[in-house]
T-cell receptor, first 116, second 113 residues
Framework: AQSVTQLGSHVSVSEGALVLLRCNYS??????LFWYVQYPNQGLQLLLK??????LVKGINGFEAEFKKSETSFHLTKPSAHMSDAAEYFC??????????????FGQGTELSVKP | DARVTQTPRHKVTEMGQEVTMRCQPI?????VFWYRQTMMQGLELLAY????????DSGMPKDRFSAEMPDATLATLKIQPSEPRDSAVYFC???????????FGSGTRLTVV
């Protein structure tokens, strides 16, 4: 079975500081990994994804994430936080294999606050 | 940009009433999910379709919930009878293949009083 753990339900950073949101996954097959962002009263928007190939993935709004198989991690980073980054961020795992390949399992989410 | 369209956006209903939520996936997408989001439980997968066939609805309370895809342009989630604990935001998402990433609709905010 697949699962996702996001460390820290709330993260607060100052504007201009580094953003680091942590995600660890469990999967018995090679995973596909995703980060989504949710702004208040909106649906989820795909930030970036890892499927195969380069382990450092760049996404929208200056975010990037690195797939580390040995650490089963897919942490999300952004060098310099902006006020508009304040939102809830979800890490998700999916897989290629089996008849339920493609099922998307989410972590509990991390709320990012950005202080002026 | 192509969108996943969910209707209604908001629904307030009395306990015991039937509720139907609709989702129009993006044209050409063959995979559809229904998720429920609450503060306590986060995002829960309710149902999952590929090529209109249900692959997994193990997260759905079967005694009151049902999910269908009558055709490729419509997915429905029905609750009958509704209960206050069903109050949540229900999201539909669609995608093309397993590594594609999925596009979410804006959700239906359901309140059962």
């Amino acid at each position: 079975a697949q699962s996702v753990t996001q460390l820290g339900s709330h993260v607060s950073v100052s504007e201009g500081a580094l953003v680091l949101l942590r995600c660890n996954y469990s999967s018995s097959v090679p995973p596909y990994l995703f980060w989504y962002v949710q702004y208040p009263n909106q649906g989820l928007q795909l930030l970036l994804k890892y499927t195969t190939g380069a382990t450092l993935v760049k996404g929208i709004n200056g975010f990037e994430a690195e797939f580390k198989k040995s650490e089963t991690s897919f942490h999300l980073t952004k060098p310099s936080a902006h006020m508009s980054d304040a939102a809830e961020y979800f890490c998700a795992v999916s897989s290629l294999g089996g008849n339920q390949g493609g099922k998307l399992i989410f972590g509990q989410g991390t709320e990012l606050s950005v202080k002026p | 940009d192509a969108r996943v369209t969910q209707t209604p956006r908001h629904k307030v209903t009395e306990m015991g009433q039937e509720v139907t939520m609709r989702c129009q996936p993006i044209l050409g997408h063959n995979t559809v999910f229904w998720y429920r989001q609450t503060m306590m439980q986060g995002l829960e997968l309710l149902a999952y379709f590929r090529n209109r066939a249900p692959l997994d609805d193990s997260g759905m309370p079967k005694d009151r919930f049902s999910a269908e895809m009558p055709d490729a342009t419509l997915a429905t989630l029905k609750i009958q009878p509704s209960e206050p604990r069903d109050s949540a935001v229900y999201f539909c998402a669609s995608g093309r293949d397993r590594g594609y990433g999925y596009t979410f609709g804006s959700g239906t905010r359901l309140t059962v009083v």
